[in-house]
């Protein structure tokens, strides 16, 4: 089947509608000319020319829209079905609107007929990858090699890395909003000065009373050194008066 001639595969929107679609004018922007799963033929049409009251769907028997679920303000659901009788309908179809864009739910059939076919497409590519690790060799038969994928496969987890590692170049904008952000915080948390430890000046060093400055004392006999070859002579013997 062509994609285009698939209905779960179209949308439809109007987007003078959108800003203001509510559960009282959802039916009417259903019923536009331009939605494709809108048929005319229903009995909606009938009512909305006749300018009857909608009441009268269920007094009628065949195709009719209803709204059957709303979550405002951005899902409404509308069940197309066939009516029988006022107790008895079948539904045919159910069509969703999200943000104002019309789909077609899919039947269980299209359902499971693509969980079949994801299903047998991974089936198909592992079988697919394990057939390109055989060897065969005619006097060894049938065997594995791994080398050459995990090669790629470490050429391919390097290559990545790199990507990642590479930087990225900021844009002006987040230039500005960071050194708008520095602003803020150096404006609600001012960094602290320290003050200098002042020097004694000159002034204060005068200042100073002299039985404060500490001198060391020193001895009164301090030996001098002699000219080298002399020797010291040996200290005079005072006279002993008696």
Not at 30 to 37: V, Y
Request: hydrophobic share 30%.
């Amino acid at each position: 089947m062509d994609p285009k001639d698939n209905p779960l595969s179209v949308s439809w929107h109007d987007s003078n509608w959108i800003p203001m679609l509510n559960p009282a004018n959802i039916m009417d922007y259903f019923s536009e000319r331009s939605n494709p799963f809108y048929d005319r033929n229903c009995n909606n049409e009938i009512v909305k020319m006749q300018r009857l009251n909608p009441d009268q769907l269920v007094n009628m028997t065949g195709t009719e829209y209803i709204l059957l679920h709303v979550q405002e303000p951005i899902l409404y659901v509308i069940r197309k079905q066939h009516r029988h009788s006022p107790a008895q309908a079948t539904p045919m179809a159910d069509y969703y609107i999200i943000a104002g864009v019309v789909y077609q739910a899919p039947d269980l059939g299209s359902v499971f007929s693509s969980r079949v076919l994801s299903a047998v497409h991974n089936l198909q590519g592992a079988f697919d990858e394990a057939l390109s690790y055989s060897r065969y060799h005619p006097s060894k038969g049938y065997s594995w090699d791994f080398k050459d994928k995990n090669q790629k496969a470490a050429m391919t987890v390097s290559t990545a890395k790199k990507s990642s590692e590479r930087e990225e170049t900021s844009s002006l904008f987040q230039r500005q909003r960071v050194d708008m952000l520095l602003r803020e915080l150096t404006n609600k948390y001012p960094p602290k000065v320290i003050q200098p430890v002042p020097v004694a000046t000159a002034e204060q060093a005068k200042s100073t009373p002299a039985d404060e400055i500490k001198t060391e004392p020193r001895s009164e006999k301090t030996d001098t050194p002699l000219p080298q070859g002399r020797m010291r002579p040996p200290p005079e013997k005072k006279p002993r008066l008696n």
